[in-house]
């Protein structure tokens, strides 16, 4: 049975760092799909943050250059390695699983999910 099951979140200061893990099972290997980490900020929708298939990532506008995107097929772990946090990056965060596509954001169906962690930046 495929499952994704997020851990990591937590309560960080601004300009803090934090990573979430995203354990996947069920899956033959992690290269034969895409994986991507989304968000919902209170009161917004959900929003693509970012993906990963293979060796092809992407991110959204707003965490370039401060969160990084990792898989591992030995560990059958996905990673998003977030720093700079800002009060903004508040949310929900959730693992995600679909087809693998490249680019990854041009995926319109995400059929696999986690349950989500929270996320809270606030001094």
């Known amino acids: 049975q495929w499952q994704l099951v997020e851990s990591g979140g937590a309560l960080v200061q601004p300009g803090g760092s934090l990573t979430l893990s995203c354990t996947v099972s069920?899956?033959?290997?992690?290269?034969?799909?895409?994986f991507g980490w989304f968000r919902r900020a209170p009161g917004k929708e959900r929003e693509i943050v970012s993906c990963?298939?293979?060796?092809?990532?992407n991110y959204v506008d707003s965490v370039k250059g401060r969160f990084t995107i990792s898989s591992d097929n030995a560990t059958n772990m996905v990673y998003l390695q977030m720093n700079i946090l800002k009060p903004d990056d508040t949310a929900v965060y959730y693992c995600?699983?679909?087809?693998?596509?490249?680019?990854?954001?041009?995926?319109?169906?995400?059929?696999?999910w986690g349950q989500g962690t929270q996320v809270t930046v606030s001094s």
């Open positions: 069920g899956f033959r290997r992690l290269d034969y799909f895409a």
């Open positions: 990963i298939a293979t060796d092809s990532t």
């Open positions: 995600a699983a679909g087809p693998h596509v490249v680019p990854c954001m041009a995926i319109s169906e995400w059929p696999f």
